[in-house]
T-cell receptor
Framework: SQQGEEDPQALSIQEGENATMNCSYK?????LQWYRQNSGRGLVHLILIRSNEREKHSGRLRVTLDTSKKSSSLLITASRAADTASYFC????????????FGKGTHLIIQP | EPEVTQTPSHQVTQMGQEVILRCVPISNHLYFYWYRQILGQKVEFLVS????????KSEIFDDQFSVERPDGSNFTLKIRSTKLEDSAMYFCASTEQGAKETQYFGPGTRLLVL
């Protein structure tokens, strides 16, 4: 798999349920960031987790990072229709002003 | 809350024409980036810029592309002679202290090359 690959590619759940998306990567990272993108719109930053962190929370979002497995997960609890979007993980591998490497994303649909 | 802004939101151009995409990063940020997203594909890094020079560029960022910070607020991406395959959404991003920190993205410019 490529650096920053999310699965599943698409996920459809009922409003109120929890949504879990996973991201795997190949090389060592400095940090991993999750972004949301509504159809045809810009990227909204959700959470940054550093390589020495294992879990972070922000509101209804919970991100975990397992550097031994080179994987991360994003959990959205109590989903709402407004959470419908594509979710991307992005990794930063080097130093300085390195650009991020994005995955293909998970398209999440919350059905009312 | 400060935001990255981009203009124009949409641009249509003829193949071979030059385009300049403009970005205003968050005012106290020092590191600037351009990314692109071809329709239905992943977001791809193009170039990073710090201290008035390119820090890193990807294979996509060939001689047709250039970046400039013409004044204290704007950050531009120029495509000298556009190709059909340059059609994409172009995102500008900025961060205060480099890639250790969150990159804040602008809303994007949708470029269509005919």
């Amino acid at each position: 798999s490529q650096q920053g690959e999310e699965d599943p590619q698409a996920l459809s759940i009922q409003e109120g349920e929890n949504a879990t998306m996973n991201c795997s990567y190949k090389t060592s990272i400095n940090n991993l960031q999750w972004y949301r993108q509504n159809s045809g719109r810009g990227l909204v930053h959700l959470i940054l987790i550093r390589s020495n962190e294992r879990e972070k929370h922000s509101g209804r979002l919970r991100v975990t990072l397992d550097t031994s497995k080179k994987s991360s997960s994003l959990l959205i609890t109590a989903s709402r229709a407004a959470d419908t979007a594509s979710y991307f993980c992005a990794t930063r591998t080097g130093g300085g002003a390195d650009g991020l490497t994005f995955g293909k994303g998970t398209h999440l649909i919350i059905q009312p | 809350e400060p935001e990255v802004t981009q203009t124009p939101s949409h641009q249509v151009t003829q193949m071979g024409q030059e385009v300049i995409l403009r970005c205003v990063p968050i005012s106290n940020h020092l590191y600037f980036y351009w990314y692109r997203q071809i329709l239905g594909q992943k977001v791809e890094f193009l170039v990073s810029f710090y201290n008035n020079e390119i820090s890193e560029k990807s294979e996509i960022f060939d001689d047709q592309f250039s970046v400039e910070r013409p004044d204290g607020s704007n950050f531009t991406l120029k495509i000298r002679s556009t190709k059909l395959e340059d059609s994409a959404m172009y995102f500008c991003a900025s961060t205060e202290q480099g890639a250790k920190e969150t990159q804040y993205f602008g809303p994007g410019t949708r470029l269509l090359v005919l």
